[in-house]
């Protein structure tokens, strides 16, 4: 049975948002630190101050990343269930599950399962895209049959 799709956006939007206020934590930790060093914005040639520079840059990219990924997770329709796989399906095969929402990676559900929660720039996406159950792909040369799409 596939999971249902409002449990699972909420839990990819609880990740989310964890990963956003890691990513502000440590941007405000470096921050802290550049300031209680009297560190200026300008590289040197070596030193913290470039490490530290480059660290709040590294997590500003993250914080944005994880930032779009909430705008495009929120734009999932969590009432529509359509046949035909798209952006905002979940999918169900013999092995595994798959939720259509953004690129967040694998997430345990409560009753243990696994789903992998992909984006449409996945390369899987693209063997899945328009089909419906009954349907197959080519997965590792192995054909996979869609059980159920919601």
Not at 137 to 150: K, Q, R, T, Y
């Amino acid at each position: 049975m596939v999971p249902n799709k409002k449990e699972l956006f909420s839990k990819c939007l609880q990740l989310v948002d964890e990963k956003i206020e890691k990513f502000q934590a440590e941007m405000d930790n470096i921050k802290e630190s550049m300031e209680a060093n009297d560190v200026h914005t300008d590289y040197d040639e070596e030193g913290s101050k470039g490490e530290l520079l480059g660290d709040f840059e590294k997590y500003a990219t993250y914080l944005d990343n994880a930032q779009k990924m909430k705008q495009t997770l929120s734009t999932v329709d969590r009432e529509h269930y359509s046949e035909y796989i798209k952006f905002g399906s979940v999918i169900e095969t013999k092995n595994n599950f798959y939720f259509i929402a953004g690129p967040i990676g694998n997430l345990k559900m409560e009753d243990g399962r696994i789903v992998h929660v992909i984006s449409t720039e996945a390369p899987i996406f693209e063997k899945l895209k328009g089909k419906k159950a009954g349907d197959t792909f080519l997965l590792n040369d192995e054909e996979v049959e869609i059980l159920e799409v919601h």
